[in-house]
């Protein structure tokens, strides 16, 4: 009976849901398809979408409001139409409260985004719901279910069963609510969500709930405690007890379907005999969200040595080459991932061996200059080569010119000209960038790291840069950074300061911590955002500024080969002279990992102490 009337429903209706979707914007009707896939794998025994909500073992929601109606006003004028209304309306309620309940959820692919598509479920379903009568109805506050039964009781003219109708559906829907807790118990306590179930468990064994118990220990507790069977039999309970509201009522259709419902649930609740295995696990496995994705991040990164998809490669004509390429963004790359213990010593020895062999040019162009956060990134990885004296002789060559023109002006600059010829015949060169401290700031934390040796050669270098990047900090706050985003320069800025003293840091660092608790005043708008605002958090010292929902940014963007979406990053020429922005797989996937693994970043110190406050 009630599954003929369930089919029937759907096959008259399920057009007025693909009609509705279809007219989504662009955008939203994107979101809508994953939204589509989510709902099938949930709740339909098939994996279709249209077979959502079908069959005794799922909550009825889509077919509330037709058995109302055939139950109550069968013959009633307008009839079909009303049932059209409440049919999408309850599709469209059932979504939005997947969607609500998904955004928040780390491991989720729903981001703030998603709100428009939920705001537009809710405005249709307001205007089904008005359509049959309803005129006051609200889908902000509420149960879909109850919103679909109270219009369907309004429009059958029977207000009076409108209380035990909401009785007996709370009473089925807390019966299918208990499943599905059940079924995600590891899930809720790997994220520290209390659900019936668990409190139900903490109780029988004495177990308290703050701190937060591993997922082992409640299910360990759930076994020793035999609260298992509790749980199923009190699920089973509220189906039987809809099941005797529905005949109490006199709603056959509803009736026929709670008795399958309820023996569901009984049969459910009873051990398997003869050793029979249950054809469905009570209690899914889950994965931890985040050392799933860190893993994934892993395999991504490391899947590409000399990480070439960061490298900025240019064919709009520069220099009047077919292509030039900057490997500079790979180094600060691979010396973010060595921090984390990432074996990159291929990929760090390729990085200095072509960088001295190129004589520390930004471009692998005879006509580029020398920049000293390439000098910089050079004596930083050093350490984390398999061959740390690679290339020494170029690099003394390129920090003896560097010290000559340090000593002449009287500043560090960002690109060195006129080291001695090795510049080749070339018309004049436009260079972008001079005068970013955060360059700057680069090179003094490479001579930090730098041999002994070099440190004391080269101290002068440290101590003018020091001094040079926190007086500029000084004078114009974050817009000392000129390069890169000012998130990222606050982290540098940052670690220069727990590293190199000099004349002005004090001053310095106050007018820097105005800028992070700032920062941290707004919400991140993606996963390069939260990453970068997580690293400068970490680099000030401040994980009380953390925001938790930040790794939730984060995690929402991760793609299925474990990489990020390329996020703008830095500017760089393009074709016709203009600029654009420079944006990589790699480069963001480096940072978000980076933002959610912290807890293994080893603390940064200098290797010699350079200069003296």
């Not at 931890?288 to 490391?302: C, D, E, G, N, Y």
């Amino acid at each position: 009976m009630w599954q003929d009337a369930q089919r029937s429903a759907r096959g008259r209706l399920w057009a007025e849901v693909e009609r509705f979707l279809s007219e989504l914007p662009p955008e939203t009707f994107r979101q809508a398809k994953l939204l589509e896939y989510d709902l099938a794998l949930r709740y339909s025994e098939t994996g279709q979408f249209r077979d959502i909500f079908l069959g005794v073992g799922q909550f009825p929601m889509l077919s509330v409001g037709s058995w109302l109606l055939d139950d109550l006003a069968p013959t009633t004028p307008a009839r079909d139409g009303a049932e059209r209304h409440l049919f999408l309306a309850s599709m469209l309620l059932a979504s939005r409260a997947h969607i609500l309940d998904s955004i928040p959820d780390e491991g989720s692919f729903y981001d703030e985004g998603f709100h428009d598509l939920a705001r537009r479920f809710a405005e249709r379903a307001t205007a089904e719901l008005r359509a049959v009568g309803a005129a006051e109805a609200s889908v902000l506050d509420g149960d879909g279910w109850a919103l679909i039964a109270s219009a369907a009781v309004h429009f059958a003219e029977r207000e009076d069963l409108g209380a035990s109708v909401g009785n007996m559906l709370e009473e089925l829907a807390r019966a299918f609510q208990m499943r599905a807790e059940l079924e995600s118990i590891q899930q809720d306590a790997q994220r520290g969500k209390t659900t019936h179930p668990i409190e139900l468990i903490a109780r029988a064994a004495g177990i308290p709930l703050e701190p937060r118990p591993e997922p082992e220990v409640l299910l360990g507790a759930m076994a020793l405690t035999g609260s298992l069977p509790v749980i199923l039999q009190e699920a089973a309970g509220h189906a039987y007890h809809s099941w005797r509201m529905a005949e109490a009522i006199g709603l056959p259709t509803f009736e026929a379907y709670l008795a399958g419902a309820r023996t569901a649930f009984e049969t459910l609740a009873e051990p398997p005999s003869n050793g029979a295995v249950r054809p469905k696990p009570l209690i899914l496995k889950n994965e931890p969200t985040l050392p799933k994705a860190l893993q994934m991040a892993r395999a991504f990164l490391v899947a590409d040595p000399m990480l070439k998809e960061s490298w900025e490669v240019h064919r709009e004509g520069m220099f009047g080459a077919p292509e030039v390429t900057s490997r500079f963004p790979a180094g600060i790359l691979l010396e973010m991932l060595a921090e984390h213990g990432l074996d990159v010593g291929e990929g760090v020895d390729d990085f200095l061996g072509f960088t001295a062999s190129n004589r520390f040019r930004y471009y692998d162009h005879p006509w580029a200059d020398p920049d000293t956060d390439t000098i910089g990134v050079f004596l930083r990885l050093r350490h984390f080569a398999t061959d740390p004296d690679r290339g020494a002789d170029a690099l003394e060559e390129v920090l003896s010119c560097l010290d000559e023109t340090v000593r002449a002006n009287g500043t560090v600059p960002v690109w060195l000209r006129d080291c001695r010829g090795w510049e080749s015949e070339r018309p004049t060169v436009l260079a972008l960038g001079e005068h970013c401290s955060t360059v700057v700031a680069h090179l003094v934390l490479g001579l930090a790291m730098a041999t002994e040796e070099v440190a004391k050669r080269y101290r002068n270098i440290a101590e003018l840069g020091a001094t040079q990047v926190y007086e500029r900090i000084s004078e114009v706050g974050l817009r000392a950074n000129v390069n890169y985003p000012p998130n990222f320069a606050l982290a540098v800025f940052y670690r220069l300061l727990a590293g190199v003293p000099a004349r002005g840091s004090q001053r310095a660092r106050a007018i820097l911590d105005a800028e992070v608790e700032k920062a941290c005043a707004s919400r991140p708008s993606s996963p390069q955002d939260a990453a970068l605002l997580t690293r400068a958090c970490h680099a000030a010292g401040r994980r009380d500024l953390i925001d938790p929902s930040w790794g939730t940014v984060i995690l929402k963007g991760q793609s299925f080969d474990g990489g990020w979406s390329a996020e703008p990053f830095a500017a760089a020429p393009n074709r016709g002279s203009s600029m654009t922005w420079y944006q990589s797989r790699t480069l963001t996937t480096a940072l978000c990992y980076d933002g959610l693994a912290p807890s293994v970043r080893a603390p940064w110190t200098p290797a010699h102490s350079l200069v003296h406050a």
